[in-house]
């Protein structure tokens, strides 16, 4: 029964259901459902390098988080001196209990929902890859949140895998905060905004 159970939750269509559209209790257990059947395991990949160096260049040495930091990977790239702090926030305990090998003197993790975190620390880039599609309504109403913990001239960087498909999302950024910089990823898989 149990296996059975996480079976449907690790089934793509209600995946995406239950991630975007159900609650904390059943977004945090399909997500651990996707750690745990290693459907998540290529997410090691060379777009987080790419990540890395736009982060490290907008961070100017400072204070990072990352919503929806998975196992990690973000930190594990980035070079040891280009931060003062890093810290990840997954919904995923899986994923934290994974990340959590990473941590370290300036590196921390904790389980938290994009949509609900709250956090009283200020932060010279909010780092969100691919991850804010996962949040259905409200992006803007979130983003304005999150943006009240960012330091002066702190960013956002969000990346946007199949940016046709959440273009919607991708407009509501443009018209609503500042660009500061747009590209696609080498590959042209991935786009990558920064803004605040």
């Known amino acids: 029964m149990v296996r059975d ?10 995946f995406y259901l239950l991630t975007r559209l159900g609650g904390s209790a059943l977004r945090r257990r399909s997500f651990d459902e996707y750690y745990r059947s290693g459907q998540w395991d290529s ?4 777009h987080s390098r790419e990540v890395a160096k736009v982060v490290e260049k907008y961070a100017r040495k400072g204070r990072i988080l990352d919503m929806g930091c998975g196992t990690g990977i973000l930190v594990s790239r980035l070079a040891d001196d280009s931060f003062e702090y890093y810290r990840g926030v997954d919904a995923s305990s899986e994923a934290i209990s994974l990340a959590t090998k990473r941590a370290g003197r300036k590196v921390a993790f904790e389980i938290g ?12 880039c909010i780092v969100f890859e691919d991850s804010l599609y996962y949040v259905p309504f409200f992006r803007r109403r979130l983003l304005r949140r999150y943006a009240e913990r960012l330091r002066p001239g702190g ?3 969000v990346t946007v895998a199949h ?27 991935r786009l990558y905004l920064v803004f605040h």
């Open 5 to 14: 159970m996480r079976r449907v939750f690790a089934t793509r269509g209600v």
């Open 163 to 189: 940016p046709r498909r959440f273009a919607r999302m991708i407009r509501m950024i443009r018209k609503n905060f500042e660009m500061i910089e747009e590209r696609l990823s080498p590959s042209g898989a």
């Open 43 to 46: 997410l090691d990949s060379e």
């Open 113 to 124: 929902d994009i949509q609900s975190y709250r956090c009283e620390d200020d932060f010279d």
């Open 155 to 157: 960013v956002f960087v």
